[in-house]
C-alpha cells in the first residue's frame, strides 16, 4: 500500500498528515476564504478534522485515488502546519492539482513551493503526463498560483463545479510533463498614476454605480454601440468584473479614471490588444460629469506615456499606441488630437454606434509624439 513520502526542498515540506494538524485544519477549513472557494463543510467540526486526518487523506493513499499530503513550513523558529496539496488521480498518466493554505501561510509563496516539489514527485513517481486545474471562477489566488507554476487557463467552463448546492462557473488549465514550470505570459498589474488632476487606478467593485450612471447616458450608450440598452446595475458589475482577466492574460491594462481627493469614478481608460500586430489601442469613455475638464484628455495621456515607459522603469515598453474613434465623434477626436495622435486613414463603416456603423478615423501616436 502507498504511503506519503516525505518531501522537503529544505524549507517547505511534504508529508504525511497527522492528529498534531486538527486544531489547524479546523481552523483553516473554518477561515472565510476557505469556506469562499473550496467545498469544506459548514461549518466544520472536530470530526470532520479528524476523519480527514484518519480516513479521507490514509484512503487516497490505500486506494490509489489521492495522493495528499500536509504542506508544513517555518514561521519564524519553528516548523508548523501550512495547509494541504494533494494530487488526485484520474488514470493514464492523469491527476487533477488540489490546494489549500491556512491563513498564516496565504501570501508568503509556501504553497507554491510545496506544489513544486508535489509536481516535480508527480511526474517523476507517479509517471504523471498531465495535470489539469481546476477553479472557481473568480479565485484569483488560485489562479495566480497556477500561473506561476506554468499552467495555461484556457477559459470557463459555465456551471461545471459544484459548490453549496449549486454549479458555477470555473476556470480550467493544464501542465504537461516536460513544461516549463514557469508563467507563459506576462500578469499585467494596473499601477496607480497620480496626474495634476486626476489619478488612475484599479476598478473596484464600489464603482458599479458609477458605471451604471455613465453607461446608462444617452451619449456614451450612443457611441458604444456593442453596450446593452437599458444598461443594469447587473451589467456595471458583470463589467467590474470582467476587467481582471484580460490583465492575467497579459492583453490589455484598465484603469478606473477618479478624482484624486474622493476617489470617486470620472471614467474608465484602457490599453488594450497589447501583443496584437496592429499593435495596443487605447480606448476611454467618461461619466457625464467629467466631461468639457480635460480629465479624458489627461486621462490618456497618462495611459499612453505608462504604455511607453520601458519595462525595466515600471511601464510595458511599446513603440506605438493606437486609437479609433469614429468620424463624427468630435469629442473622442480632440482628445486625439490634444494628446499628439496622428491620423493615419479611414476605415469605411469601422466602427459600431447605437444607429449602426460609423466611418471611423484611426490614428496613431509614437514616443515622439507624445505632447
Keep these: 500500500m502507498l504511503v506519503a513520502p516525505v518531501l522537503t526542498d529544505g524549507t517547505v515540506t511534504l508529508r504525511a498528515h497527522r492528529d498534531e494538524d486538527l486544531e489547524a485544519i479546523l481552523e483553516q477549513s473554518n477561515d472565510p476564504l476557505s469556506r ?37 513550513a517555518y514561521d519564524g523558529a519553528a516548523s508548523r502546519f501550512a495547509g494541504t496539496v494533494s494530487l488526485r488521480n484520474q488514470g493514464e498518466g492523469r491527476a487533477e492539482i488540489a490546494y489549500g493554505a491556512h ?171 497589447l501583443g496584437g500586430h496592429a499593435g495596443a489601442e487605447v480606448g476611454y469613455w467618461a461619466h457625464p460629469d467629467a466631461r468639457g475638464r480635460g480629465v479624458m484628455t489627461e486621462a490618456v495621456r497618462l495611459a499612453v506615456r505608462h504604455a511607453f515607459i520601458d519595462v525595466v522603469d515600471g511601464g510595458l515598453g511599446l513603440d506605438k499606441v493606437r486609437l479609433v474613434s469614429a468620424v463624427d465623434n468630435s469629442a473622442s477626436r480632440r482628445i486625439a488630437a490634444a494628446v499628439g495622435f496622428r491620423e493615419v486613414g479611414t476605415e469605411r463603416r469601422g466602427t459600431l454606434c447605437r444607429d449602426g456603423r460609423h466611418d471611423a478615423v484611426v490614428y496613431d501616436l509614437l514616443p515622439a509624439d507624445l505632447t
Design 103 to 273: 491563513p498564516w501561510a496565504r501570501g508568503r509563496g509556501i504553497v507554491e513551493a510545496g506544489l513544486r516539489l508535489l509536481l516535480d514527485w508527480g511526474f517523476a513517481e507517479r509517471d504523471l503526463d498531465t495535470v489539469i486545474w481546476w477553479a472557481q471562477e473568480g479565485n484569483w489566488a488560485s489562479r495566480k498560483v497556477a500561473w506561476r507554476l506554468g499552467f495555461s487557463c484556457d477559459g470557463v467552463v459555465r456551471r461545471w463545479q459544484g459548490h453549496r448546492g449549486e454549479l458555477v462557473d470555473a476556470w480550467v488549465g493544464t501542465l504537461h510533463r516536460g513544461e516549463e514550470r514557469a508563467p507563459r505570459n506576462a500578469w499585467l498589474e494596473v499601477p496607480r498614476i497620480h496626474g495634476q488632476h486626476i489619478v488612475l487606478r484599479r476598478h473596484r467593485d464600489d464603482d458599479a454605480v458609477r458605471v451604471l450612471e455613465a453607461c446608462s447616458d444617452e451619449r456614451t450608450a450612443y457611441w458604444l454601440g456593442l453596450m446593452p440598452v437599458p444598461y443594469t446595475l447587473g451589467n456595471a458589475e458583470a463589467f467590474l468584473r470582467t476587467r481582471s482577466d484580460p490583465m492575467a492574460r497579459g492583453v490589455a491594462v484598465h484603469w478606473m479614471v477618479a478624482d484624486p481627493t474622493t476617489d470617486l469614478a470620472l471614467g474608465t481608460v484602457s490599453l488594450m490588444d
Design 36 to 72: 469562499t472557494w473550496t467545498r469544506v463543510p459548514v461549518p466544520y467540526t472536530r470530526e470532520d478534522a479528524r476523519r480527514f486526518v484518519r480516513e479521507a487523506m490514509p484512503g487516497g493513499w490505500a486506494t490509489d485515488e489521492e495522493w495528499g499530503f500536509a504542506l508544513e
